[in-house]
């Protein structure tokens, strides 16, 4: 990069520069349009950092653009944009979702559109909400009683299953 160019380049995010390429018919130059953009520098955005808990360390992929199946530690985005970024939902929001539908008279469609979600997901926050009711969305990382209450009934089931198998081990030659 010319050292003229160095002072409009915008440091920490995305590409400093894009240099004309020798076919390109097109160059170019930095121009006061009269608002003062060039005396100025741009403040650079700030960073937020997002704590995940994701279920599992390893994620499968079926893309046909990468060329392995399985995954550590997902690439969710950085913070310029690369990829497009997860929405995440709070309950209160997907209660009230819930409510347009059940209490409102509106439709899944209709509700849908109005939040900017697709079908699919608010017809699954439905479905939840009628199945579970008050504890239907217990956020990231966290389960509902019943289910915490399932996953120590199977813990404990597979330690019997072993204990059984290791008696039955030794009893028979």
């Avoid at 060039?38 to 992929?61: K, M, Y």
């Avoid at 347009?100 to 699954?124: C, F, I, P, S, Y």
């Amino acid at each position: 990069m010319r050292r003229a160019d160095r002072r409009f380049a915008h440091k920490g995010r995305g590409a400093v520069t894009n240099p004309a390429g020798r076919f390109d018919s097109t160059r170019l130059e930095p121009a006061d349009d009269g608002w003062g953009s060039l005396d100025e520098p741009v403040p650079s955005p700030a960073t937020l950092l997002i704590a995940e808990f994701p279920r599992t360390a390893i994620v499968r992929n079926a893309s046909p653009d990468v060329p392995f199946g399985q995954s550590l530690n997902p690439y969710q985005g950085c913070e310029h944009g690369c990829i497009y970024p997860r929405r995440f939902f709070t309950a209160e929001f997907k209660h009230e979702a819930v409510k347009l539908v059940r209490e409102r008279g509106m439709t899944v469609a209709q509700a849908a559109r109005d939040l900017g979600l697709h079908e699919n997901v608010l017809r699954k926050w439905v479905r939840d909400a009628k199945a579970n009711g008050v504890a239907a969305f217990p956020g990231r990382g966290k389960q509902r009683p019943d289910d915490a209450e399932v996953a120590r009934l199977k813990r404990e089931l597979a330690k019997t299953q072993a204990e059984r198998d290791i008696l039955n081990f030794f009893v028979r030659p």
